[in-house]
């Protein structure tokens, strides 16, 4: 597949890195010069090296195989923490720059494009952490149908500027203005709410009395969840949700995501932690319809976005407010954000060119 990367912020500065899994499933750094996916070794590679000035553009003809791939974008100067270092078990690992505050890149400005490509390509423009910068791909290719596709997903109605406006606009009032990072007068990005839990800019109770309220109503309620693999009917009884299949026979068991834990609701992590198997269907479900706050729908997923984010004391208005801002209303900002097609995925089974333009 051939990968191409264009810069449209001339005459600002613009590096980039690609990073990720290699077929062994070791740690991988792109190397522009050689055409090659380096295997990372902790004390040995610099991932710095690999970070290269983009220019106008650069074009990859044949992307190699990368699982859990990062394209790593940094505006005017190059990252100041970017490494490979150990993980857990004492592999090699790399370590994208972090935004968060006390770190050597709080005021950088940074952005990633994710993507996974083994023969078919899922590609994606996270804002699951924070958003900074405007980013758009574009994909060609076809599926095994012999269906063309030809698909966009990034495009903003606005300039950056605009977009932090609108953002402070849409949250005035309430706890989200302050996940706003600004350097000086300039905007540097805006923090996803799990990560405002954590720095007490966001309460933890935040989400308690809404989950609570749902918790008792399908106390003597039936709520649906469908999937791809079926139907299952669901009741809280005390702190948990259970989940029983056609047959009744109870299948799931989910704890209340509270007191005080907003950060799972957010994050959608911890109670709300989705595993790739059927309970992790109805996990995600689940979370997507608290952080849009439709849970007192009984069908879930809720399709119909024209119903989301309404409740504005019990909802997440960071997305709220970034969905606003695509043209085509779609964007990654919490990890559930797939749920009924919101996210900015792109997939293809058999791609022919992914073009990533800076903004």
Known sequence: MKLS??????????????YGINNDTLWSIYNFSAGTLDVCYTGVTK????????????????????SSGIILISYNQLPNDFAVVADGNGNAAVQCPSFLSGTTDYNTVFNMVELTLSGSIYADITNV??????????????????????ERKGKMKY???????????AVKGTDYEKLVVKNGKEYVRILAPQ?????????TDYWDKYVNDCWGHYSGNSIYFTTTLGGYTGRTDGDV????GETGALLYTYQKPGPNLAFDIFGCAGTLAAPNNEYGAIAARLGAAINRSVLMNDNQ??????????????????????????????????????????????????PGELVVTIL
């Open 241 to 244: 949700l259970k989940v029983s």
């Open 129 to 150: 952490d924070f958003f900074s910068t405007p980013i758009e791909i574009h994909m060609t290719g076809h599926n095994n149908d012999h269906s063309y596709i030809d």
């Open 5 to 18: 990367l264009k810069n449209s912020t001339i005459p600002q500065d613009v590096y980039v890195a690609l």
């Open 47 to 66: 991932a710095m090296d690999y970070m290269v000035s983009l220019g106008t553009g650069i074009t990859i003809a044949n992307l190699p195989n990368i």
């Open 159 to 169: 300039d950056r500027d605009t977009v932090f406006e609108k953002y402070e606009e």
């Open 195 to 203: 990560h405002g839990v954590n720095y007490d800019l966001i309460p």
């Open 301 to 350: 997923p809720d399709c119909d976005d024209t119903t989301y984010y309404k409740l504005t004391g019990s909802t997440n208005l960071y997305a709220a407010a970034l969905h606003e801002c695509y043209e085509d209303g779609t964007t990654y900002a919490f990890p559930f954000d797939d749920v009924c097609g919101g996210s900015s995925t792109l997939s293809c089974q058999i």
